[in-house]
């Protein structure tokens, strides 16, 4: 199975300051077909998680663009540029190249 | 809109069985990919079942494999998981999710295993 591991695990952040996760893998998440399947999810209190990012960088219709998404291979990054209050939440990496499907740990993103 | 409205949850004593049903709409349910993920209270995502958008494949976690078993029914837009021999570990909220690879979540339905 795909181990991701995310770093780190929470996130004290000032409003309008920037946060970033990081998700490894523990093996390629490049798929035969040529495409990585990295995927970036946030979970908001109370709320299902919803898909923020897919393919490593792409970003879903209404994402606001202050997410981004960049790696390749077995390292990958969340970026949230500017952290406004409704980001609070926890944000999981998942792979979807192989199966099992597994998620990481989870980041807890809280305000300072 | 797309939906995905999950049912079927309760509270099930260990050993016991429970169906849970997704209810999709606003897209083309028979060209996509379906999953179960489930989320233990407190914790984090765990997939539990995949079928393609034919139902051809099919694939499941190890730690339902031989108890959970999953379908679906395109005319109806519909996708069951068959849940036998649940155990107390068992219990969390399942999702409903078109996909894993561009994901849409439905809300999620409750299951409790407990004596």
């Known amino acids: 199975d795909i181990v991701m591991t995310q770093t780190p695990l929470s996130s004290p952040v000032t409003l309008g300051q920037p946060a970033s996760i990081s998700c490894r893998s523990s093996?390629?998440?490049?798929?035969?077909?040529?495409?990585?399947?990295l995927s970036w999810l946030q979970q908001r209190p109370g709320q299902p998680p919803r898909l923020l990012i897919y393919?490593?960088?792409n970003r879903l219709s209404g994402v606001p663009d202050r997410f981004s998404g960049s790696g390749a291979g077995t390292d990958f990054t969340l970026k949230i540029s500017r952290v406004e209050a409704e980001d609070v939440g926890v944000y999981y990496c998942m792979q979807a190249t192989q199966f099992p499907r597994t998620f990481g740990q989870g980041t807890k993103v809280e305000i300072k | 809109e797309v939906q995905l409205v999950e049912s079927g949850g309760g509270l099930v004593q260990p050993g016991g069985s429970l169906r849970l049903s997704c209810a999709a709409s606003?897209?083309?349910?028979?060209?996509?990919?379906m999953n179960w993920v489930r989320q233990a209270p407190g914790k984090g995502l765990e997939w539990v079942s995949y079928i393609s958008s034919s139902g051809s494949s099919i694939y499941y976690a190890d730690s339902v494999k031989g108890r959970f078993t999953l379908s679906r029914d395109n005319a109806n837009n519909s996708l069951y998981l068959l849940m036998n021999s649940l155990r107390v570990e068992d219990s969390a909220v399942y999702y409903c999710v078109r996909s894993t690879r561009s994901s849409f979540w439905g809300q999620g339905t409750l299951v409790t295993v407990s004596s």
């Open positions: 093996q390629s998440l490049v798929h035969s077909d040529g495409n990585t399947y």
């Open positions: 393919k490593i960088s």
């Open positions: 606003g897209f083309t349910f028979s060209s996509y990919e």
